[in-house]
């Protein structure tokens, strides 16, 4: 069976990810990647998790408590501040969603300079064979531009040292989200 976008998602990272492991949700908007990761490295392993609106800090604070989980630091402000809030030299996985944050403002989204900023902070600390895992949302105002611009840098990512992989479905209609893979080879 062909995985749905969120579901592969979520494969993707739990096959490369280990228990005890440092990993982070560049975007925690409701908390559900950050809720699922948390499950995934477990009480030895920590998330980092960044947002940019204090709703969404708050939302995911709620999720996480709701299901006891203390192996979570939330960060309220951009992605791209990650070498401030992680010490940690070795990073075993992260997500992003790109978008914005669902049933709040649309005008508040992620942009394409701190997107690309943030991912290549995280490649630099990446474990070998480690992925970056990106949910591209681009039907809103702002998401085309994104897009091409996310696109664009990881299909320059030089082969040598990463796989890259997109995976989406052609024939859905209305902007469907599409999964970016970054493997460190
Ligand atoms: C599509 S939502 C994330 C959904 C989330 N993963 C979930 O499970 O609910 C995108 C989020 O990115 C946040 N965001 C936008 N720019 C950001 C930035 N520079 N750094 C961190 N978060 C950012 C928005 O505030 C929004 O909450």
Not at 6 to 22: K, M, P, Q, R, T
Not at 70 to 93: A, F, K, P, R, Y
Request: proline share 2%.
């Amino acid at each position: 069976m062909l995985k749905g976008i969120l579901h592969f998602a979520h494969y993707l990272l739990e096959e490369s990810i280990d228990e005890g492991e440092v990993v982070i949700d560049a975007t925690c908007g409701n908390g559900n990647d950050t809720l699922f990761l948390s499950r995934v490295v477990g009480k030895s392993g920590h998330v980092y998790a960044f947002d940019i609106q204090q709703q969404a800090i708050q939302n995911t604070k709620q999720e996480l408590e709701k299901y006891h989980r203390e192996n979570v630091t939330l960060i309220h402000g951009s992605h791209s501040l990650i070498d401030d809030n992680v010490q940690q030299d070795v990073i075993g996985g992260a997500i992003f969603n790109l978008g914005y944050l669902p049933r709040s403002d649309k005008s508040i989204i992620t942009k394409p300079d701190s997107t690309i900023e943030a991912i290549q902070k995280i490649l630099a600390k990446l474990k070998k064979d480690g992925l970056i895992v990106i949910v591209v949302y681009y039907g809103h105002d702002g998401g085309a531009n994104e897009k091409e611009a996310v696109l664009k840098h990881v299909a320059n990512l030089d082969q040598k040292l990463y796989n890259v992989l997109q995976y989406g479905f052609v024939n859905q209609k209305n902007n469907p989200p599409f999964i970016l893979a970054i493997q460190k080879r």
